[in-house]
């Protein structure tokens, strides 16, 4: 028997359209927290320190004990264990659990019905930010996508494809197609 359309292929991998150049190809990146994000915090036995945090534009979350706590630019992970550390100052072993209960918006702009800021959903693709946004213009190049990450200083071109991805804090634009 023959594998399903899926088999084989990695999440966020597309099959069909034009293949985006080499430097710009998508590669699945792990979450990052950024400003914006809200978590929710558990340290159990410890219902003081267990409640919603939000990360802060300067990338920090204001945490009772310890003070500000860097966050932007970790990993859950990564963040749950330097929490942790931070912590064993002033609780033994603490037993920390974080989830992000609230992801930051995403943009999209251009040729859209609806260019603006929108909440971020698990699993967004391109195809489900632009239905977000109304649809596409008339104008829209349905071919390719560009996309600039959270934190990196450039847009990159994509295929546009249903399984194109997009992650809490990137910038979607919608190109205009050549008549």
């Known amino acids: 028997p023959r594998p399903g359309p899926r088999a084989g292929r ?6 069909g359209g034009p293949a985006a ?3 710009s190809a998508w590669r699945p990146v792990e979450y990052r927290l950024g400003p ?9 036995n410890e219902p003081g320190l267990t409640g919603p945090f939000v990360v802060g534009a300067q990338g920090a979350i204001a945490y009772p004990l310890v003070g500000d706590i860097r966050a932007a630019g970790l990993t859950v992970p990564e963040f749950t ?3 942790r550390t931070a912590l064993q100052e002033y609780v033994r072993t603490p037993n920390v659990s974080v989830e992000v209960t609230n992801y930051r918006p995403f943009f999209i ?6 260019p603006g800021s ?4 698990i699993d967004l ?3 489900n930010a632009v239905a977000t946004a109304g649809g596409f213009t008339y104008r829209a190049n349905r071919s390719r996508v560009f ?3 959270a934190n990196a200083p450039d847009e990159a071109a994509y295929p546009l494809t249903a399984t194109t991805p997009v992650l809490p804090g990137d910038t979607v634009r919608i190109g205009e197609r050549i008549f």
């Open 10 to 15: 990695a999440r966020g991998a597309h099959a």
């Open 21 to 23: 150049p080499t430097n």
């Open 36 to 44: 914006a994000d809200q978590l929710r915090i558990t340290v159990f």
């Open 81 to 83: 264990e330097a929490l």
């Open 109 to 114: 702009l251009g040729e859209v019905t609806r």
């Open 118 to 121: 929108y909440p971020y959903v």
């Open 125 to 127: 693709t391109v195809m």
């Open 147 to 149: 996309i600039r990450h």
